[in-house]
């Protein structure tokens, strides 16, 4: 799995199996699942390629679900060639695996209040894929930590959608940038506020846990960010590509007004 993700780890299934999603890739999952196999892969730029920045950081590297795929179905061949008798599924966000959860417990790092997963090398600027297998393999942790809790996310948040107790998904700026149809008054300001016409890394950026993330190693990534969009930008193989023009477009007239 190296030569896949800098960071990955093994999480036994029964830690996961129920906080299953239920979603169409659920039928993709081995029967008798024992083991996902959760690989991180961080994308955290140098600073000089978020000039003029007008997106979340995530969406400046070219679309992690393509990467993260090709890259799992890479290792899941290996694995096959190896194991003939066991089956390998890889999944990447489109999952029913709970992924924050697996990854915990695989100990590639800790749950933010924020919800997001935090490693310690790479902080919480990391795309989760996994390998669900039907081999069973040993675990290389079975605790799930909690952050620091020093609530500067709360704080940070202008949609006010984290809370020590609850995630309002569907206030979180990232949802509502990905909204379909009129925004409202209310909403525009918040885009407003975050300044970006895609996504919100703003609890990502004040979270301390975040100081000395390093940067990515991963080629894909390297090779393509595009860190400020435009009317009539190339949608094809970013991360916003699937929401369409009209919404992006709406966006950026948005932070225009
Ligand atoms: S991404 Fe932005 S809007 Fe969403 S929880 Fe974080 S700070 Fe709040
Ligand atoms: S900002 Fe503080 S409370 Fe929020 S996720 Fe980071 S460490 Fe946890």
């Known amino acids: 799995m190296n030569g896949i993700s800098p960071l990955w780890g093994i ?38 390629q978020y000039k003029n920045r007008n997106i979340s950081k995530y969406a400046v ?8 795929l090709a890259r799992l179905e890479k290792a899941a061949d290996k694995l096959r060639t190896l194991y003939p008798e066991n089956k390998f599924s890889a999944f990447a966000d489109n999952s029913p695996i709970p992924e924050v959860r697996a990854a915990c417990a695989a100990g590639l790092g800790v749950r933010g209040i924020n919800t997001l997963l935090i490693t310690k090398k790479y902080g919480s600027y990391v795309f989760i894929g996994e390998i669900v297998t ?34 309002d998904e569907k206030g979180c700026l990232s949802a509502v940038t990905q909204k379909k149809g009129e925004l409202t008054a209310e909403e525009e300001d918040l885009m407003k506020k975050c ?3 895609w996504g919100c890394d703003i609890c990502q ?20 960010p595009v860190s400020c969009i435009s009317k009539g930008c190339e949608l ?15 966006n950026i007239k948005i932070q225009q007004k």
């Open 134 to 167: 039907d081999l069973e393999i040993k675990s290389t942790d079975n605790k799930t930590n909690a952050c620091i809790g020093c609530k500067k996310c709360i704080d940070a948040c202008p949609a006010r959608a984290v809370s020590e107790t609850d995630f």
């Open 236 to 250: 094809d193989g970013r991360a916003y590509e699937w929401r369409g023009r009209n919404v992006i477009e709406r």
């Open 195 to 197: 300044g970006c016409v």
């Open 61 to 68: 590297v070219t679309d992690y679900h393509n990467v993260a």
């Open 11 to 48: 999480c036994p299934f029964n830690k996961i199996k129920d906080n299953l999603i239920a979603c169409r890739a659920k039928s993709r999952l081995p029967e008798n699942a024992k083991t996902v196999i959760v690989a991180c892969f961080p994308y955290l730029l140098e600073d000089s």
């Open 205 to 224: 950026d004040v979270c301390p846990m975040n100081a000395d993330a390093a940067k990515t190693e991963i080629e894909e990534f390297l090779s393509s």
